[in-house]
C-alpha cells in the first residue's frame, strides 16, 4: 500500500493521460467480420501507427525515439525510478556486440537535456531504460541504446516485424497469473501505450531478470504449442539475443559489412511499470486481442445466465465447493451451472480456457493463480473471488487485489472468507504457516490453507445481487 501516494504523484506528474488515451484507440483488426464482432467497443487490433510501419523501400537515414512518463532527471523527484517507456524508430541490432545502435546523424545535436538540471546529453545514459518489472528483483534491469554517429546503412537489413518489444522475463512466470499479470500485460500495454500494438510483433527478451530463465517452458514457450500463453498477444515466436545474433544474413549491395546488422522500423522498452497495478492503460484491450488472436467469437445473445465455479486441486481449495454448488442451484434454478475442475482445467489449452470463461457470466473462484483466468470473463461479467483470514491482521483480505484493481470491464466482488470458514477444513494445521516462518506477520497463517464456507447464505446473496445486475444490463426477467 505504501506504493500508492508514489504512484497517483506519479500518474499527476508524468501526464501519462495522455499516453492513455491515445492507447485505447489503437488497434484494428485485419478481418472485416472480426472487426464488425468487436467494433461496438472502440477497440482496433492494429495500431494506426503499425500500419504505417510497413516493409521499406529503402531504408531512413536516421534514428529517432519518443518517451512516455518520467523525463530524464526526474526519476529521483518523484519516486518512481525508471517510470520510463520508450519507442525507439529505425535502429539496428549489431549481431557482433548485442548493442541496439541509435544513428543520431549530427554527433555535436544532444540527443536531449536533463530535465532537472538543463545538461545536454549526446548518449544515453547506461541506465536510461529499465526492461524488467519494476517491483521484482533484481531492479532496475538497466538498458540503453548506443548512440551512434552518422546514418543508417544505406543497404542494411530491416526485419519483416513491424513492432519488437524488448522485455526481460521475470521469476514470477512459474504460474498463469503471475505469467499474465507481471509478464504479457506489461509487454502488451507497452505496446498499446505508444500506439504500435500489432498482432505480428515480435518478443525480443532482454536479459533475464532472476535466477530461473528455464521458467519460460511453463507458459511463455512451453513444449505444448497450444499451451502458451504467448499467441494471446503475438503471432510469433518469443526470439532471444543469441538466437537473434546467431541469424545469417548477407552483406549488402554495396559490399559493405552490413549483414551483420538486423535493423527495426519500431523497437519498444520500459514495460516495468505496466503491470496491472500501476495503471497507465486500460485492461480491456488486452482480452480483446487475446480473444481475436486465438480466433475465439463470443455468444452474446445468450438469454440464460451462466454460474461457474473454478474447483482447483493443490491447496486453497473451497472443499465445500460440491455442496455450494447445490445449494447455488437450487436456489436459482432459472441459471446454467458449470464446474470446472482442476484435472480438467490442467489439461486444458489456453484457447480452451479462454472459451469457458468467455461462457461465464458469474464466476465463483477461490484466490490463487488458477483464478485470475477470470481476466477473460465477458464484459460487464461478475467474479466472485474468495478472500484468506489474515490471521496477524484479524481481517479478511485479498491474495491478488492489486492485479484486480485495474479490470475496468468487470464487477468484481472479493468474497469476506472468515476465521470460522476453517474450522471444518481437513487441512489444518499442516497447511499454517508456524512462528518461525519469516512471512508470518506479512501474509498469516492460513494464506495456504483450504476454506470450508459455512455461512452459505452471505455467498447466496452475493449470487443473487450479481444475477439481478445481469437481469438489469440485460432487459431480463
Known amino acids: 500500500m505504501a506504493l500508492l501516494p508514489v504512484i497517483m504523484m506519479y500518474m499527476m506528474t508524468a501526464g501519462v493521460l495522455i499516453g492513455q488515451c491515445r492507447g485505447q484507440e489503437g488497434f484494428e483488426f485485419g478481418d472485416q467480420a472480426e472487426l464488425h464482432h468487436h467494433q461496438h467497443h472502440g477497440v482496433r487490433l492494429k495500431s494506426l501507427r503499425a500500419q504505417q510501419a510497413a516493409p521499406h523501400s529503402g531504408p531512413p537515414n536516421y534514428s529517432s525515439f519518443t518517451c512516455t512518463g518520467l523525463k530524464w532527471g526526474e526519476d529521483n523527484m518523484y519516486g518512481c525510478p525508471l517510470c520510463r517507456t520508450c519507442r525507439f524508430d529505425n535502429v539496428c541490432f549489431n549481431h557482433s556486440s548485442q548493442d541496439i545502435q541509435f544513428y543520431m546523424g549530427d554527433a ?8 532537472a538540471n538543463g545538461e545536454p546529453h549526446y548518449e544515453f545514459p547506461p541506465d536510461f531504460i529499465n526492461t524488467g518489472h519494476l517491483s521484482m528483483s533484481p531492479s532496475p534491469m538497466d538498458w540503453a541504446p548506443k548512440a551512434v554517429a552518422g546514418m543508417v546503412p544505406g543497404d542494411a537489413t530491416f526485419s ?14 512459474f504460474n498463469f497469473g503471475h505469467a499474465l499479470f507481471d509478464f504479457l500485460f506489461p509487454v502488451f500495454n507497452t505496446l498499446q501505450l505508444l500506439d504500435v500494438y500489432h498482432s505480428d510483433f515480435q518478443l525480443l527478451l532482454a536479459k533475464h531478470q532472476g535466477n530461473s530463465p528455464h521458467l519460460i517452458e511453463l507458459f511463455i514457450d512451453p513444449a505444448e504449442a497450444d499451451r502458451s500463453m504467448l499467441p494471446m498477444i503475438s503471432r510469433r515466436s518469443v526470439l532471444t539475443l543469441d538466437s ?12 559493405q559489412d552490413t549483414g551483420s546488422l538486423t535493423c527495426f522500423s519500431s523497437f519498444v522498452a520500459g514495460s516495468g511499470s505496466l503491470h496491472t497495478s500501476m495503471q497507465r492503460t486500460r485492461a480491456l484491450p488486452f482480452r480483446q486481442a487475446a480473444f481475436a488472436n486465438l480466433g475465439i467469437v463470443e455468444d452474446r445473445q445468450r438469454s440464460t445466465p451462466r454460474i461457474t465455479m473454478l474447483k482447483k486441486k493443490g491447496k486453497r481449495l473451497l472443499e465445500n465447493a460440491d455442496s455450494i454448488m447445490t445449494h447455488l442451484q437450487a436456489r436459482f434454478p432459472n441459471a446454467e451451472f458449470e464446474t470446472l475442475k482442476g484435472e480438467a482445467i490442467a489439461t486444458m489449452s489456453v484457447k480452451q480456457q479462454l472459451e469457458a470463461m468467455s461462457r461465464t457470466d458469474i464466476l465463483i473462484t477461490p484466490c490463487g493463480g488458477v483464478g485470475t483466468v477470470l481476466t477473460f470473463l465477458p464484459v ?22 492489486n492485479y484486480y484493481w485495474n479490470l475496468e470491464y468487470l464487477d468484481i466482488q472479493f468474497f469476506p472468507v472468515l476465521a470460522e470458514d476453517y474450522e471444518m477444513t481437513t487441512d489444518r494445521p499442516k497447511c499454517e504457516k508456524g512462528p518461525d516462518d519469516p512471512f508470518l506477520e506479512g501474509q498469516g497463517a492460513f494464506i495456504a490453507c483450504n476454506v470450508y464456507i459455512k455461512n452459505l447464505q452471505r455467498l447466496e446473496d452475493v449470487v443473487s445481487t450479481a444475477l439481478q445486475r445481469w437481469m438489469v444490463e440485460h432487459n431480463s426477467s
Do not use: C, K
Not at 555535436?108 to 530535465?115: G, I, S, V
Not at 461478475?382 to 485479498?398: D, F, G, K, R
Open 108 to 115: 555535436q545535436t544532444p540527443l536531449f537535456y536533463d530535465a
Open 244 to 255: 537473434l545474433a546467431a541469424q545469417t544474413t548477407q552483406a549488402g549491395p554495396s559490399g
Open 160 to 173: 519483416d516485424a513491424p513492432v519488437v518489444a524488448y522485455v526481460s522475463l521475470n521469476d514470477a512466470v
Open 380 to 401: 460487464g461479467a461478475t467474479a466472485i473471488v474468495m478472500n484468506y483470514w489474515h490471521t496477524t491482521l484479524q481481517t479478511s483480505v485479498q491474495m491478488e487485489r
